[in-house]
């Protein structure tokens, strides 16, 4: 079955404290992305993947990283979250048209 | 970079009633307009789009007029059903050979009452 796979889907952390969403794609697509979704707010872009090694900011980047070492892994990076950081997170990936989205991670840093 | 407005924020009608929500966008160049609906709780899923060569598309009860003088693109629902209750997200973006980032609107909260 084709399928974005997200972990965790749920996180409570404290500031400060390292952590990485892994996001998984077993479609071999190329494009990868991350979004942050609040309130009021949508869907807010990250970080993007064109490629393998091919990585770039998106709207919002501030305090978060990612890397793309093979073409079905894009994990996000948070080395020193904030409360602020306090979000609803997907995943994302596409070929041509369509973006098929994670499941989604709720994260919770107090 | 791409700016893409979404109106109504919220949007409430009876059963069996039409729905239409508006977005607009900044970027000339943008040429790949697709919707997403989100149900609570669960992921955003492409439900149409349409590109730039394109004025209307229809998928039985939804459909998507796109205006490129004006930088508008609308979606309308006919006959609507509770189901159809959730957000609702525009999104514009520059399709590129590999992919693409989409510009999402901030999404309109459709509820439709029995």
């Known amino acids: 079955e084709a399928q974005v796979t997200q972990n965790p889907r749920y996180l409570i952390t404290v500031t400060g404290k390292k952590l990485t969403v892994t996001c998984s794609q077993n479609?071999?697509?190329?494009?990868m992305s991350w979004y942050r979704q609040d309130p009021g707010l949508g869907l807010r872009q990250i970080y993007y993947?064109?490629?393998?090694?091919?990585?770039d900011k998106g709207d919002v980047p501030e305090g978060y990283k990612v890397s793309r070492k093979e073409k079905r892994n894009f994990p996000l990076i948070l080395e020193s979250p904030s409360p602020n950081q306090t979000s609803l997170y997907f995943c994302?990936?596409?070929?041509?048209?369509?973006?098929?989205f994670g499941p989604g991670t709720r994260l919770t840093v107090t | 970079g791409e700016n893409v407005e979404q109106h109504p924020s919220t949007l409430s009608v009876q059963e069996g009633d039409s729905a239409v929500i508006k977005c607009t966008y900044s970027?000339?160049?943008?040429?790949?307009f697709p919707w997403y609906k989100q149900e609570l709780g669960k992921r955003p899923q492409l439900i149409i789009d349409?590109?730039?060569?394109?004025g209307e598309k229809k998928d039985q009860r939804i459909a998507v007029t796109l205006n490129k003088t004006a930088k508008h693109f609308s979606l309308h629902i006919t006959e609507t059903q509770p189901e159809d209750s959730a957000v609702y997200f525009c999104?514009?973006?520059?399709?590129?050979?590999?992919?693409?980032?989409?510009?999402f609107g901030k999404g309109t909260s459709l509820l439709v009452t029995p």
């Open positions: 993947s064109m490629n393998v090694e091919v990585t």
């Open positions: 994302a990936s596409s070929y041509a048209d369509e973006q098929y």
């Open positions: 999104a514009a973006s520059i399709k590129g050979f590999d992919g693409y980032a989409l510009n």
């Open positions: 479609m071999n697509h190329e494009y």
């Open positions: 349409i590109r730039s060569n394109v």
């Open positions: 970027d000339s160049a943008s040429n790949y």
